[in-house]
């Protein structure tokens, strides 16, 4: 099988890569390096079945998709997965963020026609924005403010989620949509601002972990391969056609929890700075329903908290003893 993802030299997007490439498939990765970093793909580029072009996704257009047809061959499997994720890579570019998930969604749409490939989105648990309902089902509409700091982000993956939907409708492509809830793992920037890499880099550098409006607030966090077994499943799923199924791990705890648990995996005495307020829109709470996920996939996480967090420690420790002076 060929599969295309954008966004391959991200966090997801390179485990997705590696994954792929262990399966036995030939995978070529579309990145603009925005917020991907090369050494992702150390690995995969050894690998003869790997590769790479640097290409931004909202240009792919006619001439792209007949050179990838060349060089490449035609995808079998498009893994839409180009986007900033984090709240400060967002927020740094705001119109970029609004181009890859509107006019990037459009491309990955018109290539799985032209091709005849298969297409699956990454969309993202922001679509229900600060929720009203918990645990949240794939059913939730969301409670999204639509001109807040945060909605370059979520309202472009409610855009993107509509348009696959459309563009779905009108063609008859075979495409899917996931929406990830917070996943953590090793290869995430250590200066992302997403909380697991703050407190990870805090507690590895023996300063105090900044938990925002007090910690009482809740998240889920999945660890990385959960999610990638995640994903292939359903991509390799007849039943997720046309669906949306969301992609997270359903234990739930505040922020707070979570500061100590990392502080007990990382040998470290708990030290929070609590000073800082809440960011604006940050939801209260953040709990995936995966019902669907399990009785269409038969998925569901195995990673314990504990065992993720000290992988995770153990690649965030080697890249900052290699970039500390
Ligand atoms: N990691 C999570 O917890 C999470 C949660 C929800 C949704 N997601 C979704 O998963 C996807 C990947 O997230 P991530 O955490 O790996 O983020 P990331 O920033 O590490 O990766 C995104 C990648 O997309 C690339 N990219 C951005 N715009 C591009 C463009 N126009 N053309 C080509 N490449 C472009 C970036 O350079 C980067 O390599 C995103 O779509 C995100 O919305 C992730």
């Not at 648990?261 to 005495?269: D, L, N, T």
Request: hydrophobic letters at 35%; charged letters at 25%.
């Amino acid at each position: 099988m060929k599969v295309l993802i954008t966004g391959a030299a991200g966090f997801v997007g390179s485990h997705l890569v590696d994954a792929y490439l262990s399966d036995g498939c030939d995978v070529l990765g579309i990145d603009n390096f925005i917020t991907g970093d090369i050494s992702n793909l150390r690995d995969a580029r050894e690998n003869p079945r790997f590769a790479f072009r640097e290409l931004d996704v909202t240009k792919m257009d006619e001439r792209s998709l007949a050179d990838i047809a060349e060089s490449f061959g035609t995808p079998d499997l498009i893994l839409h997965f180009a986007s900033p994720a984090s709240p400060i890579d967002y927020a740094q570019r705001p119109l970029e963020t609004m181009r890859v998930n509107s006019l990037g969604t459009e491309n990955c749409c018109q290539a799985a026609l032209a091709w005849g490939a298969r297409l699956l989105l990454a969309s993202t648990s922001e679509c229900y924005g600060d929720p009203l309902v918990h645990p949240q089902p794939e059913s939730y509409w969301g409670n999204v403010n639509p001109v807040g700091p945060r909605s370059c982000y979520d309202e472009s993956k409610r855009y993107a989620e509509a348009f696959v939907t459309t563009f779905t409708n009108v063609h008859g492509i075979d495409s899917r949509i996931i929406r990830i809830f917070n996943t953590y793992g090793p290869r995430m920037r250590v200066d992302d601002g997403r909380v697991v890499p703050n407190f990870v880099g805090q507690a590895l550098r023996g300063e105090p972990l900044t938990v925002y409006g007090g910690g009482m607030q809740t998240r889920s966090f999945c660890y990385v391969s959960d999610l990638v077994d995640g994903i292939r499943a359903c991509a390799a799923s007849d039943e997720t056609r046309g669906r949306i199924v969301n992609l997270g791990n359903p234990e739930e705890r505040t922020i707070r929890q979570f500061a100590e648990i990392v502080c007990e995996i990382a040998g470290v005495p708990l030290d929070v700075d609590d000073a800082t307020p809440m960011p604006v829109d940050d939801p209260g709470r953040r709990c995936p329903d995966i019902s669907r996920a399990k009785a269409l996939l038969g998925w569901s996480p195995k990673v314990d908290i504990r065992t993720g967090l000290r992988a995770t420690l153990l690649d965030f420790s080697a890249r900052l003893t290699v970039t500390t002076p």
